[in-house]
């Protein structure tokens, strides 16, 4: 079992910024890709942005150039620096992990922009 631990959400203005993180946990061997979802009301959940074990990453459209993903291997843990926000970004983020044999979720942290 991995267990995963976020934190960083909460209220910000729209232009402004915050930084999400979440820290894996457990029985872990190797992790191999580490990201972030996101899901708003009345909508599908969507990922934001995701880093292999080898650095890659992928973004979503609507956050690049805004957002930056980044994981530390020896630690287990990966960050979202979310820039430039906006009112639409507003949702519950979710960390991922994706590991040999399945992938595990995180509870959740909710991010609010305000315009």
């Known amino acids: 079992q991995v267990q995963l631990v976020e934190s960083g959400g909460g209220l910000v203005q729209a232009g402004g910024s915050l930084r999400l993180s979440c820290a894996a946990s457990?029985?872990?061997?190797?992790?191999?890709?580490m990201g972030w979802y996101r899901q708003a009301p009345g909508k599908q959940r969507e990922l934001v942005a995701a880093v292999t074990s080898r650095g890659s990453t992928n973004y979503a459209d609507s956050a690049k150039g805004r957002f930056t993903i980044s994981r530390d291997n020896a630690k287990n843990t990966v960050t979202l620096q979310m820039n430039s926000l906006k009112p639409e970004d507003t949702a519950v983020y979710c960390c991922?992990?994706?590991?040999?044999?399945?992938?595990?979720w995180g509870k959740g942290t909710l991010v609010t922009v305000s315009s």
């Open positions: 991922n992990v994706k590991v040999p044999g399945g992938d595990y």
């Open positions: 457990g029985s872990i061997h190797s992790i191999n890709v």
